[in-house]
């Protein structure tokens, strides 16, 4: 067979846990349902995990474990929740895992990802190296085997970060098509700026150090017919265009990236479409389905490739969508500017920079190396917490500086989203834990630089306004 098909979902919710009870508060915005992890558990998760085929009459014939025959990553904070709030989905996830090991040559269609979704080109070194940590440790507890692959949260890509990755045994991630800047498949180097990157063949990068990170770049047109088009009304000519993509002569894998919701939630019933175009790729003898895993097994990069740096796939102008009022956008206000996002970044940047140097200063007389033993605290967190006491203290604040850059925080129109009042209460919660270490009034001059941050409404004018009305504050 020289023609293959891989479908890859990337399911995430941001964190939601109020960082001071440790439990989802009730949001309004996601009723009938108690919350957005709920809600598009209902609507998502659960039904891929039991996709109704029907037959002529209407009438469901079988079901399908969706997530046994694609490529996927769940975000590992919305693993730790659902393993609690919804059993027998987080089941039904893993047992996929198990069962597509068995279809894909010993190879999982689970991939990890980057702990805690933060723009990995923006992040610190120290924070960039934790997340890599976190997220393969976080897949191991719960799969049961060391990752092959990892998603970078917004496809937000830099050597640094493909290097730590590679150093932490990571072998591949998927990239936009616009992410790839030139390809040399001989001996000459050749632009693919603009998309122009031949998607059906894997390809290798090599890195600052010396080691390699095999990367493959998503057909684009599919991708999007998927998530904006009407390609998901018609699981059949969904699988066509699939085999279609894979056309030409050679080798040639025809895959797509989407955003797990897709397929259900925000295409309602399209994870039956999703069921049936699987189905529809099994039957034919024209494209056989696979994952990266296995056909990087079967297929050694013969091409390389140079990312563009510092880009993503949600932002056309890079990763300004997280520092500033680019244009990009998601939200019902077109006269809503996006101003604000750059004076949040640098409040919390320089909030980070005093939570590590407390961090640094006081965890020295605690633990020989304060850094490892942040990035072992992971461990901890999944055995179920472990004890309190100023250790915990001091790596509880690290905690909560890094769920303080979930990208969902800037991904919006306005600091008055629940997703941003997220991020704005994580960082509060580092803020006081700073303070208690050190005696410093940390809280009191965060809340005035949070103050340089302009919101779009009278209602809330600034970011302090908006943070100051969360529960337990």
């Keep these: 067979m020289t023609r293959y098909v891989c479908i890859h979902g990337h399911f995430y919710q941001p964190p939601r846990e109020n960082p001071w009870t440790g439990r989802v508060d009730r949001q309004r915005s996601a009723l009938p349902y108690h919350d957005w992890n709920e809600r598009v558990t209902i609507q998502c998760y659960a039904p891929n995990a039991a996709a109704r085929l029907l037959d002529g009459e209407g009438k469901v014939r079988r079901t399908l474990n969706n997530y046994s025959r694609i490529s996927f990553n769940f975000g590992p904070t919305l693993l730790s929740w659902m393993e609690k709030a919804s059993p027998e989905t987080y089941a039904a996830i893993l047992a996929a895992d198990r069962e597509s090991r068995e279809r894909f040559s010993g190879h999982g269609g689970a991939i990890a990802q980057a702990y805690s979704h933060m723009i990995m080109p923006l992040a610190s070194s120290r924070d960039k190296r934790t997340q890599v940590i976190w997220g393969v440790r976080d897949f191991m507890h719960r799969f049961g085997r060391k990752p092959e692959g990892m998603w970078l949260p917004e496809t937000a890509v830099d050597l640094e970060t493909l290097d730590i990755m590679t150093e932490e045994g990571i072998r591949f991630t998927v990239l936009a098509p616009h992410q790839a800047l030139r390809v040399r ?11 122009k990157v031949d998607t059906t063949v894997p390809y290798s990068c090599e890195l600052p150090s010396g080691r390699k990170m095999a990367l493959f770049f998503y057909n684009g047109p599919i991708a999007h017919d998927i998530a904006f088009g009407e390609l998901l009304k018609d699981g059949g000519s969904f699988a066509r265009r699939m085999i279609d993509g894979a056309s030409g002569e050679g080798l040639r894998l025809c895959h797509v990236a989407v955003d797990g919701e897709t397929f259900g939630h925000h295409h309602r019933f399209g994870e039956m479409a999703l069921a049936y175009c699987l189905e529809k790729l099994e039957e ?16 050694t990069p013969k091409a390389a490739a140079e990312i563009a740096e510092n880009t993503s796939w949600s932002c056309s102008h890079g990763v300004e969508r997280w520092r ?3 244009g990009c956008r998601a939200g019902d206000h077109p006269e809503w500017r996006q101003e604000w996002r750059g004076p949040l970044r640098e409040a919390l940047d320089g909030l980070r920079a005093e939570v590590d140097s407390i961090f640094e200063d006081a965890g020295s007389k605690l633990f020989d190396d304060p850094w490892k033993a942040r990035d072992g605290y992971i461990d901890v967190l999944l055995q179920g917490g472990g004890q309190g006491g100023r250790a915990r203290e001091l790596l509880e604040m690290e905690r909560n500086a890094m769920l303080m850059y979930t990208s969902c925080g800037w991904f919006f129109d306005d600091i008055s989203r629940i997703e941003t009042v997220q991020v704005l209460s994580y960082a509060m919660r580092a803020a006081e834990l700073a303070g208690e270490i050190s005696g410093q009034d940390v809280k009191g001059s965060f809340l005035k630089e949070l103050e340089k941050v302009g919101g779009n409404t009278e209602e809330v004018p600034n970011a302090r306004v908006a943070v100051e009305g969360v529960k337990n504050r």
């Design 185 to 195: 498949e001989g001996g000459t180097w050749r632009d693919v700026r603009g998309g």
């Design 284 to 299: 034919s003898r024209k494209a056989e389905l696979t994952v990266y895993g296995e056909f990087l097994e079967k297929h």
């Design 324 to 326: 500033s009022d680019c």
